[in-house]
């Protein structure tokens, strides 16, 4: 079974400072994990996609995510906040055989200026 | 962006009245899903198809039925609204299983009183 755990549900941090947001998954198959931003009253935007090619993957906007399957985890970073990544993440994992997606329950990031 | 448009964006209704939903897609996405987002609970499956007249159950699919007579529509009816099915519904989009994404619609916020 496929499911994911966002660690965290809400996170500060500081305009210029580094944001980690954390992510642990639990897959029966080789994973394929994605990060999506959310903006307030919007849909949903990709921000990066792994699928089992390179472990350190770069998204838009300056967001990267490392998979790191030893400790089941896809944690995603960006070295220096922006006040527009104020939004809500969500890290997610799919089943390769079915075509569905889990869902983490969500990241809220707060900048501060 | 993705081609996918749902419809009505907002909506507001009565407990005991049907529901229909509308997402129309232009990318010819084999793959169309149903979402519910609500407040600590990140998005939740509700129905999803993987072919024309082919859909699937999610892990939130009771009081909902969906229909796909056609690739680009994919239709979620609430037969009888009720309170707790006042949400905001997202539909989504994926070329195919595995490693590919999904694209996300703008969303219907849909209060049911």
């Known amino acids: 079974a496929q499911s994911v755990t966002q660690l965290d549900s809400h996170v500060s941090v500081s305009e210029g400072t580094p944001v980690l947001l954390r992510c642990n998954y639990s897959?029966?198959?080789?994973?394929?994990l994605f990060w999506y931003v959310q903006h307030p009253n919007k849909g949903l935007q990709l921000l990066l996609k792994?699928?089992?090619?390179?472990?350190l993957v770069k998204g838009i906007n300056g967001f990267e995510a490392e998979f790191k399957k030893s400790e089941t985890s896809f944690h995603l970073t960006k070295p220096s906040a922006h006040m527009s990544d104020a939004a809500e993440y969500f890290c997610?994992?799919?089943?390769?055989?079915?075509?569905?997606?889990?869902f983490g329950t969500g990241t809220s990031l707060t900048v501060i200026p | 962006d993705a081609g996918i448009t749902q419809s009505p964006r907002h909506k507001v209704t009565e407990t005991g009245t049907p529901v229909t939903l509308r997402c129309h897609q232009t990318?010819?996405?084999?793959?169309m899903y149903w979402y519910r987002q609500d407040p600590g609970h990140g998005l939740r499956l509700i129905h999803y198809?993987?072919?024309?007249?082919?859909?699937d159950k999610g892990e939130v699919s009771d009081g909902y039925s969906v229909s796909r007579s056609k690739t680009e529509d994919f239709l979620l009816t609430l037969e009888s609204a009720t309170s707790s099915q006042t949400s905001v519904y997202f539909c989504?989009?994926?070329?195919?299983?595995?490693?590919?994404?999904?694209?996300f619609g703008p969303g219907t916020r849909l209060t049911v009183l």
């Open positions: 989504a989009i994926s070329r195919a299983k595995g490693g590919n994404e999904q694209f």
């Open positions: 897959s029966s198959y080789s994973p394929s």
């Open positions: 792994y699928t089992s090619a390179a472990t």
């Open positions: 997610v994992v799919s089943d390769p055989n079915r075509g569905q997606f889990y």
């Open positions: 990318e010819n996405h084999r793959y």
């Open positions: 198809s993987y072919g024309v007249k082919d859909t």
